[in-house]
């Protein structure tokens, strides 16, 4: 892999992403920030860049160091996180916070070996802070680069049954600029060997690609056979008082959407469940909502009523103009949308 070409090519279009040092800063001295790197990392994780953008300015304003995000309670943490799903990075960005406060002084390691002490940090982000913020030497491998190598060796299998061997590929090529190598590879993957176009002649792996050569890049990566994604379904309930504030309560601090904000669900099952009210009122039934999660998807029968707010006592009661800032999650906010609330 011509590691040169790629690192030029990078030079000269490097995207321009707020959690990023450019080649020209690193070249006059400028180092990558490794709290910034490690927060736009647990975000990209299952999301795109521009979904993260706007998350990740917001974060850095609230708690501009590792220091204050430490020191900022979960349940703020997990409000500004609310619409990025895959609640538990948040829970881990948390506590990884705290280790690297309480257990490092405030100072990341500055090695893939000692990253991967903290918690939530795995192989690929370890990886990647490592090579970004402190140039070691190891290849960083994401969806993005599975793509690129995919198609530039012409894999005949799913890229989940080659993994070693792409990483041992990649390896080879990492050169002494490891961080800018990296990134590069990252931007090739995002915008010129995409999902659904591949840009050859503009790309600097041009002449080693063997997808190119054969003349359909798009062919490769080769899909793994997807199995069925099992259904869940329940029933969502929707309580309102006499002055139309909404009852909340928080979620379990384990399973599934841990310690997120919701309306009161029956039990999500195979079979759609008798609904059981969870209050004396006049329900009425609203429609059906559809979420999928990674390993099933889950429909859920949205009831509402206005209810006597006696008894519901383990949650709160929000005003409908302070649901923006609760912290819930996509699935519920679709509840309440279901609803005929904001």
Not at 21 to 30: E, L, N
Not at 318 to 339: H, I, M, N
Request: aromatic share 10%; charged share 20%.
């Amino acid at each position: 892999m011509d590691s040169p070409a790629v690192l030029a090519w990078y030079d000269r279009h490097a995207r321009d992403l707020p959690w990023r040092v450019s080649p020209g800063d690193r070249r006059a001295g400028i180092n990558p920030d490794p709290y910034r790197v490690w927060l736009s990392e647990v975000m990209l994780q299952q999301t795109t860049v521009a979904a993260v953008k706007s998350y990740f300015l917001r974060f850095t304003s609230l708690w501009p160091t590792v220091r204050d995000l430490a020191a900022a309670p979960l349940d703020a943490v997990l409000r500004e996180w609310a619409g990025l799903g895959y609640y538990a990075r948040a829970r881990n960005l948390h506590a990884c916070a705290e280790a690297v406060v309480r257990d490092h002084g405030g100072v990341f390691p500055d090695t893939a070996a000692g990253l991967q002490s903290l918690p939530g940090i795995g192989a690929y982000t370890s990886a990647a802070i490592a090579a970004i913020c402190f140039d070691e030497r190891v290849a960083v491998l994401d969806g993005n680069l599975d793509r690129v190598l995919a198609r530039y060796y012409a894999l005949e299998v799913p890229v989940r049954e080659a993994k070693d061997e792409l990483r041992g590929a990649l390896q080879l090529a990492v050169p002494e600029r490891s961080g800018d190598f990296a990134q590069a590879m990252m931007d090739l993957g995002a915008t010129i060997c995409a999902p659904r176009a591949a840009m050859c002649l503009v790309c600097p792996l041009h002449d080693g690609c063997e997808a190119r050569a054969e003349g359909d890049p798009l062919r490769y990566p080769v899909k793994p056979v997807k199995a069925e994604r099992p259904v869940r379904r329940g029933h969502a309930y929707v309580m309102r008082d006499a002055a139309g504030d909404v009852y909340l309560q928080t979620r379990p601090a384990k399973g599934l959407l841990a310690s997120m904000t919701e309306v009161p669900t029956s039990d999500w099952a195979a079979d759609l469940p008798e609904p059981h009210y969870p209050a004396e009122g006049n329900w009425r039934w609203h429609g059906q909502v559809v979420h999928i999660f990674t390993h099933f998807r889950l429909e859920l029968d949205v009831w509402s009523a206005v209810v006597a707010p006696e008894g519901l006592d383990a949650g709160w009661w929000a005003a409908p103009g302070t649901l923006a800032g609760e912290a819930l999650p996509t699935l519920f906010r679709k509840v309440l949308a279901e609803a005929g609330l904001s």
